[in-house]
């Protein structure tokens, strides 16, 4: 009796937990009756009927991040690199999660798979480096587009590493090695190149101060000697102005005569007495005394009233 009443109990134990059914909040179930689809069970509490419902899938309705392992990839230009990536997507219709395809999650990796050996195909190794957002744009595109009759959006995809072969990384470093010592070549000649130019320019600049300060020079030399000239012509002019003005006075012409034969005779001596040989007699130099007689009687006669 005690048996009957345990299997009893049991059994309106097994009947009451399989009379309601909890949905957590962050997934929705999908409830089947009779083995057909039946509706689509919201986070909450929900009664069913036992033996006849059942819960066929349970849809995590958060976003999920999926790994897609290395595969190796071919660029354009023939060389073999391993490409891994992360891809990023959500249930945004659990029904067709549920009966649209079988593993939408193993059906992302390998579309991803399959459009990354794509994408890497149309680009070179250089190239591979610094496309990879448009890399990940186009994975986006064509995971979203084959997604949608599964109920499954991508939100985006991640390229985690490109790994070269070993031979590519080692002619790449040598590459980059190369190239490093070309800039440093490059800057070496430049500053070379700046610093003859700035001697040059020194030189030229210095050249130009100098032609500038010998210009000046000549410039002030000239200006100097055009005031001396100045000066003595105005000089000279006053001079014989004011000689002219003596000329006109009474006895003024008389005066320049007598002026001009004393200069006449002292010329007259020292030629004779530097001479080795005579020209003229040595009694004509006493003619200064006659002369001088002369000049004193003709003012004598002059000074009559």
């Not at 030229?204 to 100045?230: D, P, V």
């Not at 040989?277 to 002369?294: D, W």
């Amino acid at each position: 009796m005690s048996t009957i009443f345990l299997v009893l109990l049991l059994l309106i134990i097994f009947v009451i937990y399989n009379t309601f059914i909890i949905v957590e909040m962050r997934e929705e179930v999908i409830l089947e009756r009779l083995g057909k689809y039946h509706e689509t069970l919201k986070p909450g509490f929900h009664f069913v009927v036992p033996f006849i419902d059942r819960v066929a899938y349970r849809q995590e309705m958060r976003e999920q991040v999926i790994d897609v392992p290395h595969q190796k990839c071919i660029t354009k230009d023939n060389i073999e690199v391993d490409v891994d990536g992360l891809v990023y997507l959500k249930v945004m219709d659990a029904y067709k999660a549920s009966y649209g395809i079988n593993d939408y999650a193993m059906a992302s990796i390998n579309l991803a798979q399959t459009t990354m050996r794509s994408e890497v195909g149309k680009i070179t190794l250089d190239d591979t480096f610094s496309e990879r957002d448009a890399m990940n744009e186009a994975i986006v595109r064509e995971l979203d587009k084959a997604s949608n009759p599964w109920g499954i959006k991508v939100m985006r995809y991640e390229i985690k590493d490109i790994q070269p072969s070993q031979d590519i990384v080692l002619t790449m470093e040598k590459q980059m090695e190369a190239e490093r010592e070309k800039r440093a070549e490059i800057v070496e000649s430049s500053g070379e190149r700046d610093a003859r130019i700035n001697v040059s320019e020194g030189e030229r600049q210095g050249a130009i101060l100098m032609s500038e300060g010998e210009r000046q020079k000549r410039i002030n030399e000239a200006k100097g000697q055009a005031e001396e000239m100045e000066l003595l012509a105005t000089a000279t002019a006053n001079g014989i102005e004011r000689v002219a003005e003596a000329i006109a006075k009474p006895g003024g012409s008389l005066a320049v005569k007598m002026r001009l034969t004393e200069q006449f005779i002292d010329e007259l001596g020292t030629v004779i007495d530097g001479a080795n040989v005579s020209v003229l007699p040595v009694e004509a130099a006493n003619l200064k005394t006659f002369f001088e007689g002369a000049a004193e009687v003709s003012g004598g006669f002059n000074s009559k009233p």
